[in-house]
């Protein structure tokens, strides 16, 4: 019985010298690729690259719809404009509710606005389409400017560069779908997704930034 204990007792030594070094090798390796983001930050990075990524399919499904005029055109729309709501939803927890409810309701302007720059630019009506657009660029301004007005780690010109270009790839699609260019259609996409990722990431170093405490 004795010498059945000391040779457990063995094997579980040997068992702790062999296999504790592989453990502390993984538990660095780990540390190392997490270092970067806390788990709170890296959730709410995760959180709002999604919804972001969200909007551009959600737009996506619209513009196809639209132009083919598919009977899914109205159910396509109300998605996207949840997806509005979810989007100043998620900043709420850090601003209120009020900032939450103005932030969708300007990126519903911004969808509203989106579906009728491609009627217009489907119809030919030039005067609508450079109306619309105008309008379209100044609700970009628009979020810009609130945004910024509420983190001072956003800057106002760097949110509407991001928008700006958010806007040129999505007529880009749209322009792409009109010609039937679909190469072009599934490349400005691509890039639109990319860069949406981008701008979500933005939001979230903003976030971070003025709620350090709240990340750590």
């Known amino acids: 019985m004795k010498k059945q204990l000391l040779r457990f007792i063995l094997l579980l030594v040997t068992a702790m010298f062999v296999f504790t070094p592989f453990h502390a090798d993984a538990e660095v390796s780990t540390q190392t690729q997490d270092q970067r983001y806390s788990q709170s930050e890296a959730k709410l990075r995760f959180d709002l690259r999604k919804l972001w990524i969200d909007h551009t399919i959600w737009t996506r499904g619209y513009i196809v719809s639209s132009l083919a005029g598919l009977e899914d055109q109205d ?8 997806n509005q709501e979810d989007i100043g939803n ?8 009020d900032a939450g409810n103005k932030l969708a309701k300007l990126l519903k302007e911004h969808i509203i606005l989106a579906g009728k720059v491609v009627e217009a630019a ?3 009506n030039k005067a609508s389409l450079d109306k619309y657009n105008k309008e379209w660029y100044k609700n970009a301004d628009d979020i810009a400017q609130f945004l910024s007005s509420a983190n001072p780690n956003w800057s ?4 509407k560069n991001l928008l700006y270009v958010h806007l040129q790839l999505v007529t880009d699609q749209a322009v792409a779908r009109i010609k039937k260019d679909w190469t072009a259609d599934i490349l400005a996409f691509d890039k639109g997704e990319d860069h949406i990722i981008v701008l979500a990431d933005a939001i979230t170093d903003g976030i971070v930034k003025q709620f350090p405490n709240k990340f750590r």
């Open 122 to 124: 489907k119809s030919g």
């Open 90 to 97: 998620a900043i709420k927890p850090y601003y209120g509710n």
């Open 156 to 159: 106002k010109q760097k949110l």
């Open 75 to 82: 159910r396509v729309l109300v998605r996207l404009l949840k």
